[in-house]
């Protein structure tokens, strides 16, 4: 069963009672919620995902909630609870879905260290991943919302996860999480993506999170070798330019963007330098989105 397959007052009732077992890639959440806003994104963005049985296992049982003081009347806020307990400060209740997705990213970065886990957008084509680590304001996720609307595979807007064992990625396909004009940007260069209606004033400006592609999410149990490092930055009016990257830079930057490089010890300098060793470094600066996706298309086309 997937979450397309419930009906919205189905779907309310499982989170408002049980919980929603919600498969994100190798892991599930059991969510629960009384909240419309969260019923609606979860309908709107997660449509293709499974849902699996109410008595499963779950990683995370996660709960978004309004105070039961006067404030849920006064000045109405959002709880996110993980195992009964609150991580982060309460949230303008405006902001109760992306609270969902940034709960999400910290269980599975704090929680999940069987990945060696970087802070990075991920997509594939022809087998071969592009993995994206830079700091927010990089246009990270406007690069990565680009490509997998122009034949990319989504693997992650925000984690990448390394196996190990393998040295693969794990695909982790979720809602691509874009803020002020990026949000713009995506709307005119791919009219046919979802999103749900932005919601401003957060502490990263104004978010708004576009549907991840069908196709991406059904394919969430194919893993992907690493083809490509590349360091983005967007800067306004530059020309768009792709240079290599000494290989000494990129692990670097790959070990400086890590939730947890440190806690693999001798393992995780392993993983990342095999990592290296096998992918094309590079540096990557634009300001049109357009013609940046048609350097990857290149770079896939030559591998």
């Not at 609307?149 to 695909?171: F, K, M, N, V, Y």
């Not at 990257?245 to 400086?256: E, G, I």
């Not at 330098?273 to 540096?283: D, K, Q, R, S, V």
Request: with cysteine; net charge neutral.
């Amino acid at each position: 069963m997937i979450v397309d397959d419930l009906s919205s007052q189905d779907l309310s009732q499982c989170l408002a009672g049980p919980g929603l077992r919600l498969r994100t890639g190798p892991f599930v959440a059991a969510i629960r919620s009384r909240l419309p806003a969260v019923a609606q994104g979860i309908a709107l963005h997660y449509g293709a995902h499974p849902v699996e049985g109410a008595d499963g296992f779950a990683d995370f049982h996660v709960q978004l909630a309004a105070p039961r003081n006067l404030r849920r009347w006064l000045h109405p806020q959002v709880f996110f609870r993980l195992d009964g307990e609150s991580p982060f400060k309460p949230l303008p209740a405006d902001q109760a879905f992306p609270m969902l997705e940034w709960g999400l990213n910290w269980c599975i970065s704090n929680l999940c260290h069987q990945y060696l886990t970087i802070h990075a957008a991920v997509v594939e084509k022809s087998g071969k991943a592009l993995i994206l680590p830079a700091p927010p304001g990089s246009g990270k996720s406007t690069l990565c919302a680009g490509l997998i609307h122009r034949g990319w595979r989504l693997l992650s807007d925000e984690l990448a996860l390394i196996d190990p064992a393998s040295g693969q990625l794990t695909p982790l396909p979720r809602p691509v999480s874009l803020k002020n004009e990026s949000i713009e940007v995506i709307r005119r260069f791919a009219p046919a993506a979802v999103f749900n209606p932005a919601v401003h004033d957060t502490t990263k400006g104004t978010v708004a999170h576009a549907r991840p592609p069908a196709a991406s999410v059904r394919r969430a149990d194919e893993p992907a070798r690493p083809g490509w490092v590349v360091l983005p930055r967007f800067s306004s009016g530059a020309q768009t330019r792709l240079t290599p990257l000494p290989k000494a830079r990129a692990l670097m930057q790959l070990a400086d963007n890590a939730f947890n490089y440190g806690l693999h010890g001798d393992r995780g300098f392993e993983t990342l330098a095999g990592l290296i060793e096998n992918a094309g470094c590079y540096e990557f600066t634009y300001s049109r989105l357009e013609e940046a996706v048609e350097v990857f298309d290149e770079l896939a086309g030559r591998a």
